[in-house]
């Protein structure tokens, strides 16, 4: 393999790893607005029943 098909490579790699850090931000911030919500619903859920948390 010479020099420019491992740049080639390389660039490749990069690319693909900077579009999964892009994917892994975006699930983690999914996941806290889904983790909120659930707190949220558990909160009317309580007040509803007329539960205390």
């Not at 491992?6 to 999964?20: F, I, T």
């Amino acid at each position: 393999m010479d020099k420019a098909e491992r740049l080639a490579e390389q660039s490749r790699v990069n690319a693909e790893l900077a579009s999964a850090k892009a994917g892994l931000i975006k699930a983690k911030a999914i996941n806290e607005e889904m983790e909120t919500s659930i707190e949220v619903l558990k909160q009317e859920m309580q007040r509803g029943s007329g539960e205390r948390p």
